[in-house]
């Protein structure tokens, strides 16, 4: 597609349901990122997928917090038992094959609220 | 943690150069200087990047010190649509992956009428 797109782009669920949050990267890039922005603060990396390779989860803050890449492309990142500190703003990036020297481009985002 | 430092907010007149500082004072040598912007619900934009030498693009101009501890990035003639958050971030080449991904607050530039 013509840029990184993320469904849903707004969420609200109840504390305690699981959320799954989508993010279709450009055609072609091999690296995607995902990002979570809580209100009035900076990015906080997630995790990192590169092509087949093991996906880097080393940012992610806690067991309930997952994410696949099937067939190299779209990932999903799934959020159990949600609760209320997991409100935040979810970015998705991705970049042609994952080098330090490259740009990175940003979907816009899924609020999540968690009632 | 963010390995850059930048001032949590800035003013500048529409139609004047916006000068955007940012620290990376333990930057090393193998490290790009990186700038994004984040413009109110929507996600973060590239701007420019560079590693020792002046960059200049169609957006705007980085200029990297010569110890390469510290940058600016200048809008030219800055606009009200250039009212954003403008995060400094620094990279190295050969890390990729999730080296050097983390985006401090950044810089929320507001340009006045």
């Known amino acids: 597609g013509a840029g990184v797109s993320q469904s849903p782009s707004n969420k609200v669920t109840e504390k305690g349901k699981d959320v799954e949050l989508r993010c279709d990267p450009i055609s072609g890039h091999t690296a995607l990122y995902w990002y979570r922005q809580s209100l009035g603060q900076g990015l906080e990396f997630l995790i990192y997928?590169?092509?087949?390779?093991?996906?880097?989860k080393s940012g992610l803050p806690s067991d309930r917090f997952s994410a696949e890449r099937t067939g190299g492309s779209v990932s999903t990142l799934t959020i159990q038992r949600t609760q209320q500190e997991d409100s935040a703003v979810y970015l998705c990036?991705?970049?042609?094959?994952?080098?330090?020297?490259?740009?990175?481009?940003f979907g816009s985002g899924t609020q999540l609220s968690v009632l | 943690d963010a390995k850059t430092t930048q001032p949590p907010s800035m003013d500048c007149a529409e139609g004047r150069a916006a000068n955007l500082p940012c620290n990376h004072s333990t930057i090393s040598g193998n490290e790009y200087v990186y700038w994004y912007r984040q413009i109110h619900s929507q996600g973060p934009q590239y701007i420019i990047h560079g590693l020792k030498n002046n960059e200049t693009n169609e957006m705007a101009s980085l200029i990297i010190t010569e110890d390469r501890k510290s940058s600016t990035l200048i809008l030219p003639h800055a606009t009200l649509r250039d009212t954003a958050v403008y995060y400094c971030i620094v990279r190295a080449y050969s890390g990729g992956g999730a080296d050097g991904l983390t985006f401090g607050k950044g810089t929320h530039l507001i340009i006045q009428p």
């Open positions: 997928f590169q092509g087949n390779s093991a996906p880097d």
């Open positions: 990036a991705s970049s042609l094959s994952g080098q330090g020297n490259e740009k990175l481009f």
